[in-house]
């Protein structure tokens, strides 16, 4: 994914983007766990701001699995 960090995308040209379905996506912003912009009534994304989120979610995931005893690969 290459992305300037400014460029916003609609829901479903992210699902695209990710290869994620677009329910997950939809799920996971009204949850708060990745960032959106609101504009009126559509919402925004900014692919380099939601695969940043995702990645820091992952490390916190390894964090905790090492932190139980699991050995994480690289």
């Known amino acids: 994914m290459r992305h300037s960090k400014?460029?916003?995308l609609s829901l479903a040209d992210l699902a695209v983007?990710?290869?994620?379905?677009?329910p997950w996506i939809a799920s996971e912003a009204i949850a708060g766990r990745i960032p959106f912009v609101r504009v009126g009534d559509e919402v925004w994304f900014s692919p380099w701001r939601v695969q940043t989120a995702l990645?820091?979610?992952?490390?916190?995931?390894w964090l905790k699995l090492e932190s139980d005893g699991w050995e994480v690969g690289q």
Not at 55 to 61: P, Q
């Open 6 to 8: 400014c460029q916003l």
């Open 17 to 22: 983007e990710l290869g994620f379905p677009v």
């Open 55 to 61: 990645v820091a979610r992952l490390h916190v995931e």
